[in-house]
């Protein structure tokens, strides 16, 4: 496949993320009350609507500062541009690193729709263990931009040296 045809298929990945997310949230909003729950598998995993203002998993959403969203879109819109010129200076050939930017860059870009819009990123997804332990409630956004993480991070060990030379099967 040639370099302009991966490179569509990168940006079309990272807008489906963005399509499935804004999709998703907009489902949750119309069809579920805020902090209602309808179990899924009892006991661990559940679709509740919650909004969260804070940053991921509900870091900082207590700060009180007026200057907390603009700070949070900052950074945001600043992980968005890194992520998109990180993507087109790197090899096209380079699957799992051109996957992991695409599913962060559409996350990225997914929640930044929501902090722009409302101010607050609606999350719906929640797993827990007997409502005992409890993961934060997250989002399609979230889920890709934890994907591509982890497929970064595997990246970056199978090749730490960042010289690759053969595109990967």
């Known amino acids: 496949m040639s370099p302009v045809r991966l490179r569509a298929l990168y940006l079309a990945l990272a807008t ?3 399509l499935l997310d804004q999709a998703t949230k907009i ?14 598998i009892s006991g661990f995993f559940d679709i ?5 203002t804070g ?3 509900g870091l900082f959403a207590g700060a009180t500062s007026p200057y907390r969203p603009i700070l949070l879109n900052a950074v945001a819109f600043a992980v968005f541009v ?3 010129v990180y993507a087109f200076k790197s090899p096209v050939h380079w699957k799992r690193l051109q996957l992991a930017l695409a599913g962060i860059l559409g996350g990225a ?7 722009i819009g409302s101010g607050a990123v609606t999350d719906f997804l929640r797993v827990h263990i007997a409502n005992k332990w409890e993961w934060p409630s997250f989002n399609v956004a979230d889920s890709a ?12 060990w199978k090749n730490p ?8 099967s």
Do not use: C, Q, S, Y
Not at 28 to 38: F, K, N, Q, S, T
Not at 48 to 52: D, G, K
Not at 145 to 156: R, Y
Not at 161 to 168: F, H, I, N, R, V
């Open 16 to 18: 489906l993320v963005v």
């Open 27 to 40: 489902m949750i909003r119309a069809w579920v009350p805020m902090h209602d729950r309808i179990v899924v």
């Open 145 to 156: 931009i934890t994907v591509g993480v982890v497929l970064l991070a595997l990246d970056i």
């Open 82 to 84: 890194l992520v998109l």
């Open 55 to 57: 940053a991921a998993f």
């Open 161 to 168: 040296d960042g010289a690759e030379t053969k595109p990967e």
């Open 109 to 115: 870009v997914g929640n930044l729709i929501d902090r």
């Open 48 to 52: 509740t609507h919650v909004e969260n």
